[in-house]
């Protein structure tokens, strides 16, 4: 197996047995990404030099036995994180000539732990898609299909994870955008609890729902990653202080006796048959391990939908207020005066689904329409949460399927933002609760495209979701060799 292969426990092992080098890992990360890269298309920028003298320092500290949790381990990151003195576009023509002075939270973290960054990854529009089609910087394919998308908005790092042209990545999760794309890539993706993981630095698309989270090859990894990004941060007034646990505790512990509620609401009409018979085969495999599985209904998530697309939209016209080409980002030079540079700079800079939302969250957010529309929504949002505390009174987790349907043909949803927007149907409600969730392959369709399973738990309760996944990830493996994370693997 060459090392681009291995998980981070894998890389870990080896690091401290000195079997291999952080350099002779980082060059075989590059090595695969010049194989590979030009048809997966994960990347906006490559920040291989950097990458490189990152590696021999992570080596010279781990002669030193200064090793960190991450040290000398290829991580990508979405371009929606400010990276000091390296592009961060956020996939839009916007900012295509913005160099952040700063690193975010997260990527401090990382930096800390001794991670080697690779680049920064491609994603729709200001996170706003669920195909990674809306890109200024072009269309991510899934590298299990290459006439297929990845998912989005993360989908160039959920591409990149799937594809070995990193061990591990980061995206940020708005409606789905860690869960739907881990789901179509065959990886695994964990939204955390907002708050869970500090947003500063994180560009923002709406400010109540966005979250951070990371995206691995396996459960383990996960663990080890959200060990390394939680934690409070004063820079951020939504992170929690809330206490962060060993996520790596809840390895291996089994369920027998927990409680999984199975959401009746989430098998309806439009679930694709083969992801409904893999959740189903998933379902019986978890009751296997010991646990009970029991109906449960979540009564208002029909109006899931309707209600983030109000309040996304209208906290992203918000947010998007700020670029006018004045301050920093990309700016129309031919405008007449002021007003029309505004205008002109706006029309070309943005594309066509961030106009898009920022109409609609402007009309919802306006004099006449705010209690009718934005007002309703919160309202409804808070029934929504309620559902999931009234649920988690007798369920210890949820299982639901991560996306209705496997990936679907590039280009295929492009003219129909109705049916682009009910490829998150199962995964927003989270958001709009603020719980974490993680997705989990389950399986795949007649044609080889993975299947994802999502497990969701009551706020900070991402260790029950880290125990559950585990015990799923060992059991899946041991009924169909192909669900071993290290078997099964996209032909690239």
Not at 108 to 126: C, I, Q, S
Request: proline fraction near 5%; charge should be negative; include cysteine.
């Amino acid at each position: 197996m060459e090392l681009y292969q291995l998980t981070i426990h894998e890389i870990k092992d080896k690091l401290d047995a000195g079997d291999t080098t952080a350099a002779e890992i980082v060059n075989s990360v590059f090595e695969r990404i010049d194989v590979v890269e030009k048809d997966v298309k994960a990347y906006i920028t490559l920040m291989r030099d950097s990458a490189m003298a990152e590696a021999s320092r992570a080596d010279e500290a781990l002669k030193k036995g200064r090793g960190g949790m991450l040290t000398g381990i290829p991580v990508a990151l979405k371009d929606i994180l400010c990276t000091k003195g390296v592009l961060t576009t956020c996939g839009s023509r916007m900012l295509s000539n913005f160099v952040p002075p700063y690193d975010a939270t997260v990527v401090e973290k990382l930096k800390e732990a001794g991670a080697v960054l690779t680049g920064k990854t491609n994603m729709d529009e200001f996170a706003m898609g669920s195909s990674t089609e809306t890109s200024f910087y072009g269309v991510t394919r899934n590298p299990w299909n290459l006439e297929r998308i990845p998912g989005g908005s993360s989908g160039g790092s959920a591409a990149a994870v799937a594809a070995d042209e990193c061990i591990a990545a980061i995206g940020s999760d708005t409606g789905g955008s860690i869960r739907q794309p881990a789901a179509l890539c065959g990886v695994v993706g964990m939204k955390p609890t907002y708050g869970r993981v500090s947003r500063f630095g994180l560009i923002a698309f709406a400010s109540s729902l966005d979250q951070i989270g990371p995206f691995t090859k396996d459960v383990e990894d996960c663990a080890i990653m959200m060990n390394v990004i939680s934690g409070y941060d004063r820079r951020d007034s939504t992170s929690s202080p809330e206490e962060v646990p060993d996520y790596r505790r809840f390895l291996g512990t089994g369920i027998e006796g927990l409680t999984i509620g199975i959401p009746k609401e989430y098998f309806v009409g439009g679930l694709d048959p083969e992801v409904e018979k893999a959740v189903r085969r998933a379902i019986k495999t978890i009751e296997g391990a010991g646990a009970r599985c029991i109906e449960v209904s979540l009564p208002h998530t029909e109006y899931c939908l309707p209600v983030y697309y109000i309040v996304a939209p209208a906290e992203a016209s918000s947010n998007l207020a700020r670029y006018d080409g004045v301050r920093y980002g990309f700016r129309f030079r031919e405008g007449r005066d002021l007003m029309d540079m505004y205008k002109k700079t706006r029309s070309a800079g943005f594309g066509d689904e961030v106009k898009r939302r920022i109409m609609i969250g402007t009309y919802a957010l306006s004099s006449g329409y705010y209690d009718a529309y934005y007002k309703k929504a919160s309202q409804v949002r808070a029934l929504i949460k309620r559902d999931f505390d009234e649920a988690f009174r007798t369920c210890d987790a949820l299982l639901t399927p991560t996306t209705p349907t496997p990936a679907f043909c590039i280009g295929e949803k492009t003219d129909d933002p109705l049916q682009m927007y009910l490829s998150d149907l199962f995964t927003i409600s989270a958001n709009l609760a603020g719980i974490p969730g993680i997705s989990v392959p389950c399986g795949y369709s007649a044609s080889g495209l993975p299947i994802g399973l999502q497990f969701l738990a009551a706020h900070f309760q991402e260790g029950r979701l880290i125990q559950i996944a585990s015990e799923y990830e060992k059991q899946a493996a041991v009924l169909d060799a192909n669900l071993d994370p290290q078997r099964r693997r996209p032909n690239l």
